[in-house]
C-alpha cells in the first residue's frame, strides 16, 4: 500500500497538459483491433485500465505496437477483422476496469468463441447484470456469479440477434457493450437512455466506417457490419483536467491553461456546474481531432456558490463527483446532488466514500441516498484519509489538502495510476 503527503499549495499558474482520454482510448483500441487495416492511436492513456484492454485484445490474436507519433506515445494495431479474432488461451483480466470488462462482454457475446473475463476484487463486486440482461436477449449465452450478476463471466460466443434495449439508468459502458455486440448480431440493435450517456463510442464507430443512427436518446446500428482502419488522436481526459481546475479555482491567485482536452458536450457537464457556481472557467482554441471537440481550458481562482446537481447532469458529470464533493464545501451556501445513486456502484460506493472522507477533514455533509447536501464554505483540515482503492476519491482529496490547514495522508494512491499516471507530480510542481 502507498501514501501520500499532501500540504497547504501556492497558486496555480502556467501550461499544463493531461493524459489522454481514458473511455476514447479503450474504444480506439477495440474497434482499432476488429477493424480492417492499419490504426494509429496518437496520444492513448498508457494507464493500467487502458493497458487491460490492450492485453486482451493482444491475447486475442491483435498484433499491437507500442511507437512515438508526433511526438506523442501512440498504438500501432494491424487488424484484420472481427472474425480474425481467436479464442484467448488463459482468462482476460480486467483488473478494476469496468469499461474493459463491460465493452469486452458485448464484443465477445457475438464471437464464436469461450471467454472468461474477470478482475480484481473491487470489480468483481460491480454488477455486471445491466450488460449480462439485455446481451442475453440479444441470445447470447454468458454465465457468472449470482446468475451473472457479478463478475468472473463466462461466454460461449453464438450469432446474436439484434433487440431492442431500454436501459433504466444512462451508461455509456452498456451502452457501448450493447453497440458492439450489435456488430455481429443479425438485424437492427437500438439503445434507449433515460438521458444520453457519453457518445464517443457512436462518434468513434462512424469514423471506422459504420453506420450508426442516432435520434435524441436513442443510439441504433443495423448488423452485421465491419469497420475500415482509420486513425484516432486522443484528446486530453477532462475528467483528469477537473482536478487541476479544482485546484486552480480554490488557491487564490491562480491562472492555469490546460491544453487539448476534450470537450465533447457529453461530457462537459463538469464545466457547466462550475459556471453555475460561478467559476471563471473558459474554453480557447477550439477544434476537432478525430471527430471529437478539443479546446485549451483556462481556469481561474473564483468564490464559488452553492448549486443544484441532479437529473440530465448527473451522466455528464458522473466521473467529477469526487472533486466536486471538493469544491461544493468551499462554495457559498447549499451544494445538493441528487438522482446519483449510480455512484453507490462505482469503484467504491462514491456517496459513502466523499462524506466519510470530508469528515475526516472536518467537513460537515448530509449523505442521501442518492446524493448528498454541503452547506458551505467549510474549511478542510488536515487528516488521515483512505482513498478505498478508488483513483478519483485519491485525487480529490489530494486537491482538498491543498486547501487543508495542516498535512493530509492519503493512504492507498496507488490506484490513481488506473486513470492518471503521474498524477502527483504534476501536482506537486504546478503547486509548490
Not at 69 to 75: E, I, T
Amino acid at each position: 500500500m502507498t501514501t501520500a503527503v499532501v500540504g497547504p499549495g501556492r497558486p496555480l499558474h502556467g501550461r499544463i497538459a493531461v493524459p489522454g482520454d481514458k473511455s476514447i482510448t479503450h474504444r480506439a483500441v477495440i474497434l482499432g483491433g476488429i477493424a480492417r487495416g492499419e490504426t494509429m492511436v496518437r496520444g492513448y492513456l498508457a494507464s493500467d485500465d487502458c493497458l487491460r484492454t490492450v492485453a486482451a485484445l493482444r491475447a486475442m490474436g491483435c498484433a499491437i505496437e507500442e511507437t512515438q507519433s508526433d511526438g506523442r506515445p501512440a498504438l500501432r494495431l494491424l487488424g484484420a477483422g472481427v472474425d480474425a479474432l481467436c479464442e484467448p488461451g488463459d482468462v482476460l483480466d480486467c483488473g478494476n476496469s469496468g469499461t474493459s470488462l463491460r465493452l469486452l462482454t458485448g464484443l465477445l457475446a457475438g464471437r464464436p468463441m469461450f471467454s472468461v473475463l474477470t478482475g480484481d476484487a473491487s470489480l468483481r463486486r460491480r454488477p455486471m447484470g445491466r450488460v449480462v440482461e439485455p446481451l442475453r436477449a440479444m441470445g447470447a449465452q454468458i454465465v457468472g456469479r449470482e446468475d451473472g450478476r457479478f463478475a468472473p463471466l463466462a461466454i460461449v460466443g453464438r450469432r446474436l440477434k439484434g433487440a431492442e434495449a431500454r436501459l433504466p439508468v444512462a451508461s455509456a459502458q452498456v451502452k457501448s457493450a450493447l453497440l458492439l455486440a450489435g456488430l455481429s448480431a443479425e438485424g437492427r440493435t437500438s439503445v434507449t437512455e433515460p438521458q444520453r450517456s457519453r457518445d464517443h463510442t457512436e462518434r468513434m464507430l462512424r469514423a471506422f466506417g459504420a453506420a450508426v443512427d442516432v435520434r435524441g436518446p436513442t443510439v441504433s446500428l443495423q448488423g452485421p457490419q465491419s469497420l475500415t482502419a482509420a486513425d484516432v488522436d486522443v484528446p486530453g481526459d477532462l475528467s483528469s483536467a477537473a482536478f487541476f481546475i479544482a485546484a486552480a479555482l480554490l488557491a487564490p491567485g491562480s491562472e492555469l491553461r490546460i491544453e487539448r482536452v476534450g470537450v465533447n458536450p457529453t461530457r462537459t457537464g463538469f464545466l457547466d456546474v462550475l459556471r453555475a457556481m460561478g467559476a471563471s472557467v473558459s474554453v480557447e482554441n477550439a477544434r476537432e481531432a478525430s471527430g471529437e471537440p478539443v479546446a485549451d481550458v483556462i481556469v481561474r481562482a473564483s468564490a464559488l456558490r452553492g448549486t443544484v446537481i441532479t437529473g440530465a447532469l448527473i451522466p455528464r458529470t458522473i466521473d467529477e463527483f469526487p472533486i466536486l464533493c471538493v469544491l461544493a464545501a468551499r462554495a457559498e451556501g447549499e451544494t445538493v446532488i441528487d438522482e446519483a445513486q449510480e455512484l453507490r456502484v462505482k469503484e467504491s460506493d462514491r456517496i459513502a466514500v466523499m462524506a466519510g472522507e470530508l469528515r475526516r477533514m472536518g467537513v460537515s455533509v448530509d449523505e442521501t441516498p442518492a446524493g448528498m447536501r454541503i452547506a458551505g464554505p467549510q474549511a478542510f483540515v488536515g487528516a488521515e484519509c483512505d482513498s478505498h482503492g478508488d483513483h478519483r476519491v485519491a485525487m480529490a482529496l489530494a486537491v482538498a489538502a491543498l486547501t487543508a490547514r495542516g498535512q493530509t495522508t492519503i493512504r492507498d494512491v496507488a490506484c490513481v495510476g488506473t486513470s492518471f499516471p503521474g498524477f502527483f507530480e504534476l501536482l506537486e510542481r504546478v503547486s509548490r
